[in-house]
């Protein structure tokens, strides 16, 4: 029996024989940050809604289904050794070890993050943390990428990326919590390291097919899967940020006003600036900033005022918008931005971070005490959120690349990413799962003039082929393209 009773206010009293101490949880923190959980939940296949609906209809239904195989592979991992190597009490500076193999012992005894919770809530609401991570960096796969070894890759990226950054950044051993870092809710965890390892994949798996010519420059194929995938995103902030004070308290109020406030003025922000270009409002441009400024205020939330919160979201809709040049002076191939708005938002809320936390707003919740950054004249706050700042940029990025060729050179070549290039003009969705995310997903607009009718035929549609049969035929799929594109060619010349 798990030795706990409620005292007169029906919070739960949790005895520890070993030392003769009475832990109370207090149930609205507990109900919180359970809420909290599912709000977070929900952001998974925000994301994958999002990224679906940046990419072309014949690839839209994959980036879906990889935002709920992450959430599942993660959810594995963090129950076999996710949890433990992150956020054990007697691991390293760098990563924990293996105290909590199995999620054993952690059920009613204090968690790690906040004594007035137990261990087992806090456990659930950080796997919401580590599985949206992945889905954030694996976005750099669309179009281009076989579905199975992105599975496996999942897996080990969590255990030797993203657990030990979430332990230097949050565990009490960690070696940047002991320096003084400031990272409310994931500013480096979460988006510094899925950018950067977004940029790795991209550099990886190489160009799309078609890059740099007409037959990429298309535009998003559903802008009300990209709405829809903010509205989850945003929705779900509340609980990342907000649930990160672990309890019902001022600090979480204050964290949800300025997650709310960076979105707002990141999302006008952006969209003003494509305004400039193309005098038009952009849904896209609106989104694309909301998200960034949400990313940027994540390791701030708790630790800066409102107005502060605007400077926050304009400067992550200006730097994270003029970042998405950066594909194009460097010549990788990052079709969704995600090092544009999550590795360099999250450089953008460390550094304000480490120039506007305050001590006062830390201290909303009665018992978090902090030097505060620039504006309390703590100085050196804002090297200790470069230093942060570099050392997840380089990690992720060293071992990302290293776990990607490890995987290329596996035996039998069954966890190479890339896919070939039959797939990738016909669409992972149909090659890679024989599923689509809409009744007809069109190709003619990718293998050129006469195309439908080698698609059809390729695909037995009785009202193309004549009833004949289904055969495959993306040889003359390639050999029509080839003659369109020297077609377009000798039209152009």
Same mark, same amino acid.
């Given at each position: 029996?798990?030795?706990?009773?409620?005292?007169?206010?029906?919070?739960?009293?949790?005895?520890?024989?070993?030392?003769?101490?009475?832990?109370?949880?207090?149930?609205?923190?507990?109900?919180?940050?359970?809420?909290?959980?599912?709000?977070?939940?929900?952001?998974?296949?925000?994301?994958?809604?999002?990224?679906?609906?940046?990419?072309?209809?014949?690839?839209?239904?994959?980036?879906?289904?990889?935002?709920?195989?992450?959430?599942?592979?993660?959810?594995?991992?963090?129950?076999?050794?996710?949890?433990?190597?992150?956020?054990?009490?007697?691991?390293?500076?760098?990563?924990?070890?293996?105290?909590?193999?199995?999620?054993?012992?952690?059920?009613?005894?204090?968690?790690?993050?906040?004594?007035?919770?137990?261990?087992?809530?806090?456990?659930?609401?950080?796997?919401?943390?580590?599985?949206?991570?992945?889905?954030?960096?694996?976005?750099?796969?669309?179009?281009?990428?076989?579905?199975?070894?992105?599975?496996?890759?999942?897996?080990?990226?969590?255990?030797?990326?993203?657990?030990?950054?979430?332990?230097?950044?949050?565990?009490?051993?960690?070696?940047?919590?002991?320096?003084?870092?400031?990272?409310?809710?994931?500013?480096?965890?979460?988006?510094?390291?899925?950018?950067?390892?977004?940029?790795?994949?991209?550099?990886?798996?190489?160009?799309?097919?078609?890059?740099?010519?007409?037959?990429?420059?298309?535009?998003?194929?559903?802008?009300?899967?990209?709405?829809?995938?903010?509205?989850?995103?945003?929705?779900?902030?509340? #609980?990342?940020?907000?649930?990160?004070?672990?309890? %019902?308290? $001022?600090?979480?109020?204050? /964290?949800?006003? &300025?997650? !709310?406030? @960076?979105?707002?003025?990141?999302?006008?922000?952006?969209?003003?600036?494509?305004?400039?270009?193309?005098?038009?409002?952009?849904?896209?441009?609106?989104?694309?900033?909301?998200?960034?400024?949400?990313?940027?205020?994540?390791? #701030?939330?708790?630790?800066?005022?409102?107005?502060? %919160?605007? $400077?926050?979201?304009?400067? /992550?809709?200006? &730097?994270? !918008?003029? @970042?998405?040049?950066?594909?194009?002076?460097?010549?990788?191939?990052?079709?969704?931005?995600?090092?544009?708005?999550?590795?360099?938002?999250?450089?953008?809320?460390?550094?304000?971070?480490?120039?506007?936390?305050?001590?006062?707003?830390?201290?909303?919740?009665?018992?978090?005490?902090?030097?505060?950054?620039?504006?309390?004249?703590?100085? &050196?706050?804002?090297?200790?959120?470069?230093?942060?700042?570099?050392?997840?940029?380089?990690?992720?990025?060293?071992?990302?690349?290293?776990?990607?060729?490890?995987?290329?050179?596996?035996?039998?070549?069954?966890?190479?990413?890339?896919?070939?290039?039959?797939?990738?003009?016909?669409?992972?969705?149909?090659?890679?799962?024989?599923?689509?995310?809409?009744?007809? &997903?069109?190709?003619?607009?990718?293998?050129?003039?006469?195309?439908?009718?080698?698609?059809?035929?390729?695909?037995?549609?009785?009202?193309?082929?004549?009833?004949?049969?289904?055969?495959?035929?993306?040889?003359?799929?390639?050999?029509?393209?080839?003659?369109?594109?020297?077609?377009?060619?000798?039209?152009?010349?």
């Amino acid at each position: 029996m798990v030795n706990i009773t409620y005292d007169a206010s029906n919070d739960i009293n949790w005895y520890d024989p070993s030392t003769g101490m009475t832990s109370v949880y207090n149930l609205g923190d507990i109900a919180w940050v359970l809420a909290s959980t599912a709000l977070v939940m929900i952001m998974i296949p925000g994301v994958g809604f999002f990224y679906s609906g940046l990419l072309r209809r014949k690839n839209a239904l994959s980036m879906i289904y990889l935002s709920m195989v992450s959430l599942a592979v993660v959810s594995f991992q963090w129950f076999f050794w996710g949890f433990s190597l992150a956020f054990s009490e007697t691991g390293s500076a760098y990563i924990g070890d293996l105290r909590y193999f199995g999620l054993k012992g952690v059920l009613e005894k204090p968690s790690i993050g906040s004594t007035r919770i137990p261990s087992i809530a806090f456990c659930v609401f950080q796997l919401m943390f580590a599985a949206i991570t992945p889905i954030l960096a694996v976005g750099a796969v669309a179009e281009r990428s076989r579905l199975g070894p992105v599975a496996v890759f999942i897996f080990i990226w969590s255990t030797i990326v993203y657990d030990p950054i979430a332990c230097w950044t949050w565990n009490a051993n960690g070696w940047s919590f002991v320096m003084g870092g400031l990272d409310f809710a994931g500013g480096t965890p979460v988006h510094i390291s899925s950018g950067t390892a977004a940029l790795a994949i991209s550099i990886y798996l190489g160009k799309r097919r078609g890059y740099g010519t007409e037959r990429l420059a298309y535009k998003p194929h559903n802008t009300s899967y990209v709405i829809l995938g903010t509205v989850f995103l945003w929705f779900g902030w509340f #609980g990342f940020n907000g649930g990160s004070a672990l309890s %019902a308290n $001022l600090r979480a109020v204050q /964290a949800c006003i &300025v997650t !709310n406030l @960076a979105a707002s003025v990141g999302g006008l922000t952006w969209m003003l600036w494509d305004y400039r270009l193309e005098r038009k409002w952009s849904a896209v441009g609106f989104c694309s900033g909301a998200i960034s400024g949400l990313v940027a205020i994540t390791p #701030g939330s708790g630790y800066v005022g409102s107005p502060a %919160a605007v $400077l926050f979201g304009f400067m /992550a809709g200006t &730097v994270c !918008n003029f @970042a998405t040049q950066l594909k194009f002076l460097f010549g990788y191939d990052d079709c969704l931005d995600i090092f544009a708005s999550h590795a360099i938002g999250g450089v953008v809320g460390n550094i304000l971070t480490g120039l506007f936390a305050q001590a006062s707003v830390a201290g909303f919740d009665g018992l978090t005490e902090i030097p505060g950054g620039w504006l309390d004249h703590h100085w &050196v706050q804002l090297g200790y959120q470069i230093a942060d700042s570099c050392a997840g940029l380089g990690y992720s990025f060293v071992m990302t690349t290293i776990i990607l060729w490890l995987m290329h050179y596996f035996p039998g070549g069954f966890l190479r990413l890339r896919c070939d290039e039959e797939t990738e003009i016909l669409g992972v969705d149909d090659a890679e799962m024989g599923e689509f995310a809409y009744d007809y &997903v069109g190709l003619e607009a990718e293998i050129g003039p006469g195309g439908q009718r080698v698609y059809a035929e390729a695909h037995g549609d009785n009202a193309a082929s004549g009833g004949r049969e289904p055969r495959h035929s993306m040889t003359h799929v390639r050999k029509t393209e080839a003659s369109s594109e020297g077609s377009v060619g000798e039209k152009r010349a």
